[in-house]
């Protein structure tokens, strides 16, 4: 009996470890037209231990709507890309980690074998906040209601959470990420600056510091069986790349980063 209760207590810890991890983008807060600016796309906890994702999707988005893919190198635990600016606008960086297989049995406990998604989304307003609504209608995506240009504390923000175009239930939490002077907040990384669940697919609070801010939603499991061809080794070794394994339903995660003034 101490063994399973050990064996779940391990599953939690290992949930708990992922649900603190945050795919996101750091950027100039202040962008001018006709411009280039560096981008850093990091996975990991915003104030702590952060690795270079392997991206599956990396893609810009302008403010007309045209999708171009983003080139990008390894740096500084991170990935880093260069976008041109041209009009104003929101250009919204699109961008989706690989996806990974979970299965509870792995360690002794029942329970429904899991595709995991993260997706995420940077955006960044050049002197406007045009298309700032922009939906792929693909996945699970956090898409603003409110324009996001000059946004300040004590604004509110709302956004719908989508999965495939169709609103979706879920928890989420927002933290700052970084200070408008470019400092580390010192906290720990558990910690969040908001958190509560969705309301019909919406979520909605108050922005209570300047900063980049990182807003997570953990939605609620998509009850979606089907076959997933393993694009990565596991690094326990429960499955290799190319290996097809059926899940029973998936677990989707979107992140998006923003800042306020």
Not at 31 to 42: A, L, P
Not at 130 to 143: A, F, K, P, R, T
Not at 179 to 196: M, R, Y
Not at 233 to 250: H, N, T
Request: glycine content about 8%; aromatic content about 12%; hydrophobic content about 40%.
């Amino acid at each position: 009996m101490r063994l399973i209760f050990l064996l779940v207590l391990m599953v939690a810890g290992i949930a708990a470890m992922a649900s603190g991890h945050s795919l996101y983008a750091e950027f100039p807060q202040e962008i001018s037209v006709n411009s280039e600016i560096d981008v850093w796309i990091t996975y990991g906890h915003c104030h702590g231990e952060k690795e270079a994702p392997d991206l599956s999707i990396a893609q810009v988005v302008s403010p007309d709507g045209d999708i171009n893919e983003l080139t990008l190198e390894e740096y500084q635990d991170g990935l880093r890309g260069k976008v041109d600016i041209g009009k104003p606008g929101c250009y919204i960086l699109n961008f989706q980690k690989e996806a990974n297989f979970f299965d509870p049995k792995w360690y002794g406990v029942s329970g429904d074998k899991e595709l995991t998604l993260n997706y995420a989304r940077a955006i960044m307003t050049a002197e406007s906040g045009d298309n700032y609504d922009w939906s792929s209608g693909d996945g699970l995506e956090i898409v603003p209601l409110i324009d996001p240009y000059n946004l300040e504390v004590g604004d509110e923000f709302q956004a719908k959470v989508l999965w495939n175009g169709e609103l979706l239930d879920g928890y989420y939490n927002a933290v700052v990420a970084k200070t408008p002077s470019d400092l580390l907040i010192i906290q720990h990384a558990e910690e969040c600056d908001v958190e509560g669940d969705s309301e019909d697919g919406v979520i909605s609070f108050e922005f209570t510091k300047p900063g980049l801010w990182v807003i997570t939603v953990f939605a609620d499991s998509v009850e979606e069986c089907g076959t997933w061809t393993a694009t990565n080794d596991q690094e326990s070794g429960y499955y290799e790349q190319g290996d097809e394994l059926e899940y029973d339903a998936i677990a989707p995660t979107a992140y998006l980063t923003l800042w306020c003034s």
